[in-house]
């Protein structure tokens, strides 16, 4: 099979090198699902996007990390859809339709003439309680018990992807935070494949309203996700369901990445509506580099 061009878009900023990079490869019909995990393996990333034709969406856009295909992918939504913007490969218009494993989702851009925003909903959200031991919960990322706010409830949540979100106390524990990713799946019995996503309500910019870290499951191949769209998305929800619950929507800034060099920033709209909520999420992206891998190598 001929070489594949991969192009790194880094999203969640205007700055290469500072935002989450994901792979884009375009035209990938003709690629095994096989293909695309070997691709995925090669590239490292996260995730990387594949860009393929859909019958009942503008485009289909599947996901994979170098272990695993994903439902959904936040920062590489916006790193696939900032690429076909400004490469010239979508119709003239503001508003797209993406056909994922969740479900097919609106995408849609604004400020096309200077640098696109691209806004796409997510999945409506969901929570179930954690259950499991909260002493090796907060063992598992390097901290103590008591550095975690137990004010607030450690839940499962997903907009389209699963991650345990976890209350942290102080800012100043972001810092110490070391992932033991290979302990994951046994603390998380009732969802063994699910993500850590840390936060607290103490950050570094002060227009942001939430500070994050994201740590991955070990069934990912990699370590730890710079700047996470899906779990921001899903911060927001929760924002609304446990902390202002009688508010109808809410528009905040959440900040990730900044303890591993990363400066990423995600816009997250939650509406509520007759009970259910509505998640958005906002963001940009910047192109990086091309190069090549071969889908024949192991």
């Not at 700055?15 to 792979?23: F, L, R, S, T």
């Not at 840390?198 to 939430?210: K, R």
Request: with cysteine.
């Amino acid at each position: 099979m001929n070489m594949v061009t991969v192009f790194q878009y880094d999203a969640f900023s205007i700055v290469p090198d500072k935002g989450n990079p994901a792979g884009v490869v375009l035209d990938a019909d003709h690629l095994t699902e096989e293909d695309m995990l070997k691709i995925a393996k090669q590239v490292g990333f996260n995730e990387t996007t594949f860009v393929m034709h859909s019958d009942q969406a503008d485009i289909r856009l599947r996901y994979f990390t170098p272990g695993h295909e994903m439902n959904l992918c936040g920062h590489a939504t916006m790193a696939s859809m900032y690429a076909l913007k400004t490469r010239g490969l979508l119709d003239a218009k503001d508003t797209y339709t993406i056909e994922t494993k969740t479900g097919v989702l609106p995408v849609r851009f604004e400020n096309n003439d200077v640098q696109p925003s691209i806004t796409m909903k997510q999945d409506s959200p969901q929570f179930v309680e954690f259950e499991g031991d909260v002493d090796l919960l907060a063992s598992a990322i390097g901290l103590h018990r008591d550095e975690l706010d137990l004010t607030k409830p450690i839940v499962y949540g997903s907009t389209g992807i699963w991650t345990l979100l976890i209350p942290v106390k102080k800012l100043d524990s972001f810092s110490r935070m070391i992932p033991d990713n290979r302990k994951f799946p046994e603390i998380l019995t009732q969802n063994p494949k699910a993500s850590l996503h840390p936060f607290c309500m103490e950050t570094i910019d002060p227009s942001a309203l939430m500070h994050a870290r994201h740590f991955s499951s070990p069934y990912s191949g990699t370590i730890e996700d710079p700047v996470t769209g899906t779990a921001s998305g899903v911060m927001g929800a929760y924002y609304l369901t446990y902390i202002q619950p009688e508010w109808p929507s809410i528009q905040m800034m959440v900040e990730q990445g900044q303890e591993i060099g990363k400066n990423g920033r995600v816009q997250v709209t939650v509406d509520r509506e007759f009970g259910k909520m509505e998640v958005y999420i906002t963001g940009t992206a910047v192109f990086v580099r091309e190069f090549e891998v071969d889908p024949a190598k192991e």
